[in-house]
């Protein structure tokens, strides 16, 4: 079945630095993914849609800024929280569209916590 | 805008115990799925639904579509203290350009 591996598991930052996460789908070409925020307790919230070779789209109130996205190649899409404040810390989940089965594999999640 | 409503939002019951978990909106899908998602790791795709009305069993768990593609269940037979986790359902809008649309999801609670 569909992979999608997303790295790191868990990052700790301090306050004013950047941080990367990284998604990748090892076993077939995703030309868009997914990027979720979740807190605790809550459903996915969706922040953004990584279009391969072109601008991401982004929800309403997620600053592009802020969260940058890059989707360079059809298996790869990177998300750097910019001067990430402890309000940044969350449950951040990429996904992408597996067209054999229908539905969307996640990655694993990247626990980001703020300090 | 189209969106899915879950209920109920928290179940707590004893091992052994069958519950059933609803998934609702107003809005027509082309096809719903249904998620599971433990603490600290991203959704597993559990089941996709596709045809008004269709069932599918997984094991303990069987899954129905409603019959106007609005709605699902997701029914659990005897469950066990490894079925706890978050159940999200999510629906495929019939409108190839709309994203994805998540359901609030279910915590289910499942005590030995």
């Known amino acids: 079945g569909a992979v999608v591996s997303q790295h790191p598991s868990r990052v700790i930052c301090k306050s004013g630095t950047s941080v990367k996460i990284e998604c990748r789908s090892l076993?077939?070409?995703?030309?868009?993914m997914f990027w979720y925020r979740q807190f605790p307790k809550q459903s996915l919230m969706l922040m953004a849609t990584?279009?391969?070779?072109?601008?991401?789209?982004?929800e309403q109130g997620v600053e592009k800024d802020k969260f940058l996205i890059n989707h360079a190649s059809l298996t790869l899409s990177t998300l750097t929280v910019t001067s990430a404040h402890p309000e940044d810390s969350s449950f951040y989940i990429c996904?992408?569209?597996?067209?054999?089965?229908?539905?969307?594999?996640f990655g694993s999640g990247t626990r980001l916590t703020v300090v | 805008t189209q969106l899915l409503e879950q209920s109920p939002q928290f179940l707590s019951i004893q091992e052994g115990e069958n519950l059933t978990v609803y998934c609702n909106s107003s809005s027509v899908f082309s096809s719903l799925q249904w998620y599971r998602q433990e603490p600290g790791e991203g959704p597993v795709l559990l089941v996709t639904?596709?045809?008004?009305?269709e069932v599918k069993k997984l094991k303990r768990l069987t899954f129905q579509f409603g019959d106007a593609r609005k709605d699902s269940s997701l029914h659990i037979t005897a469950a066990q203290p490894g079925d706890t986790g978050l159940y999200l359902c999510?629906?495929?809008?019939?409108?190839?350009?709309?994203?994805?649309?998540f359901g609030p999801g279910t915590r289910l609670s499942v005590l030995p």
């Open positions: 996904s992408a569209r597996d067209r054999r089965n229908y539905g969307y594999t």
């Open positions: 999510a629906g495929d809008p019939l409108n190839y350009g709309q994203n994805f649309v």
């Open positions: 076993d077939f070409q995703a030309t868009t």
């Open positions: 639904v596709v045809t008004g009305g």
């Open positions: 990584s279009n391969e070779g072109s601008k991401a789209t982004y």
